[in-house]
């Protein structure tokens, strides 16, 4: 809850040096913001970006049980033409985050053209990163 007021306020602050007035004018419509950033991240395994840096972003997920992250990548199969997809799994370094005390799973990738899958269970989600910006589908 503590974050999600603080990243309002965030919110609310840039909004008033973009377009002036008072920050607790934008507060309601930040609020409504900050939920809804904390909503998708809980849609998507808990998904948080850490830091882009030097060609390679950082991020952490929840550490749910049987949870499979892969890269996946289309190739064309040489004896019979048919595009095939392929998922090769990868995995991050299990952490502890200290604020909350959750267990959260860290990874490193480079900032590319490509998509990976995150499943457990039944859910499945697939975030592409294409030289730096991130969409989930």
């Known amino acids: 809850m503590k974050k999600v007021m603080v990243r309002a306020w965030e919110i609310a602050k840039g909004a008033q040096v ?9 507060f309601a419509q930040a609020l409504t913001m900050a939920w809804k ?8 395994f808990g998904f948080a970006v850490v830091k882009k840096l030097n060609g390679s972003l ?15 990548s289309v190739e064309k199969n040489p004896y019979n033409g048919k595009m095939i997809t392929k998922r090769n799994p990868f995995g991050g370094s299990r952490v502890v985050e200290k604020s909350t005390g959750k267990n959260m799973i860290y990874y490193k990738v480079a900032l590319g053209m490509y998509s990976i899958e995150f499943k457990a269970g039944d859910k499945v989600s697939v975030l592409d990163i294409n030289r730096g910006a991130l969409a989930w589908r």
């Open 18 to 26: 973009r377009f002036g007035g008072k920050a607790k004018e934008y």
């Open 37 to 44: 950033e904390v909503k998708e991240g809980a849609a998507n």
């Open 58 to 72: 950082y991020f952490v997920t929840e550490d749910v049980d049987g949870l499979i992250s892969a890269t996946l």
